[in-house]
């Protein structure tokens, strides 16, 4: 039976209905170990290979995504229904609608505009990533919350494949809330026990250890909680919008697609070849921060 924080937890996700208990025999070889005395759930949800995600949605688009100078210089040119254009070091884009949706970004992009609302929030997170030395020793591929007495996850771990064949865990819950500001030493020295906890049972390969500082960019709640949609709000022509989490980008989707369908949008087209610097995919964060 699920404990009371439990209920909280799965609730508040919204992930009751997508949720079963899994039968031992069916369990993943890392949890038949006889010392694992926990319950195993399964939650009906998708792993996305991010990298295949971005080439696949970016690909019929590859000659429209320019890339430019992190310092770019942006200034905008208004008429007296909004927005008219964007430039960019002397590059001009003239649009009918603007979407902004540049994560942390939106706040400086903010600014330019003078629009001061809505306001942005920041929750920072420290994760922490590791995988084994030796790739032929590679960890486990496991997606999991680990839960304990309290509502949020002690951890949550993905799993990716680097391009060596190696697999690295990336791991959030709260040992990446609470560990922002810590230094490295720390965290995954917290990082090593944690697992250790969770998982007293399996051997560990001999490991390899990284962290990545990230900010959470959301629209301002009270109390700095985590807002329970994605957000986009239109000022005429333009729309702020964050996604909140990665599982909501196809909500955000819709709500700006229901933003522009409210607007006089004219069809236009037009055959000019666009020659200017295109924007590549980065790689995986876990094929970088261990080099």
């Not at 899994?22 to 759930?41: I, S």
């Not at 190696?166 to 922002?180: F, H, K, L, R, S």
Request: include cysteine; charge should be neutral; aromatic fraction near 6%.
């Amino acid at each position: 039976q699920l404990s009371s924080k439990m209920v909280s937890f799965f609730a508040s996700k919204a992930l009751s209905s997508r949720m079963q208990v899994v039968a031992k025999t069916e369990r993943p070889e890392l949890f038949q170990h006889p010392e694992f005395k926990g319950a195993l759930y399964q939650l009906d949800e998708p792993v996305l290979d991010i990298s295949s995600v971005l080439n696949c949605l970016a690909q019929p688009w590859q000659d429209r995504i320019i890339h430019t100078p992190e310092n770019a210089e942006v200034r905008w040119q208004n008429n007296n229904t909004g927005v008219q254009a964007i430039q960019l070091n002397g590059i001009e884009i003239k649009a009918q609608q603007f979407v902004l949706t540049a994560g942390e970004g939106n706040e400086d992009l903010l600014k330019t505009l003078n629009i001061n609302k809505p306001t942005m929030q920041r929750r920072p997170l420290q994760m922490v990533l590791c995988k084994a030395k030796n790739a032929q020793h590679a960890l486990p591929a496991i997606y999991a919350h680990s839960l304990g007495s309290g509502s949020k996850p002690i951890a949550t771990i993905t799993s990716h494949l680097t391009e060596d064949g190696n697999i690295v865990w990336y791991i959030g819950g709260n040992i990446a809330e609470q560990g922002v500001g810590k230094d490295f030493q720390k965290i995954t020295t917290e990082a090593k026990d944690l697992l250790l906890n969770i998982l007293p049972w399996f051997d560990f390969p001999e490991l390899e250890w990284a962290v990545h500082s990230v900010n959470r960019a959301e629209p301002k709640q009270s109390a700095m909680s985590r807002p329970d949609t994605a957000f986009v709000e239109s000022k005429n022509n333009v729309h702020i919008a964050w996604p909140t989490k990665l599982a909501l980008a196809p909500d955000l989707a819709d709500r700006i697609i229901i933003r522009l369908q409210e607007q006089d949008l004219q069809k236009n087209t037009h055959n000019m070849i666009i020659n200017l610097p295109q924007a590549i995919i980065s790689l995986p964060l876990w094929d970088k921060v261990f080099l």
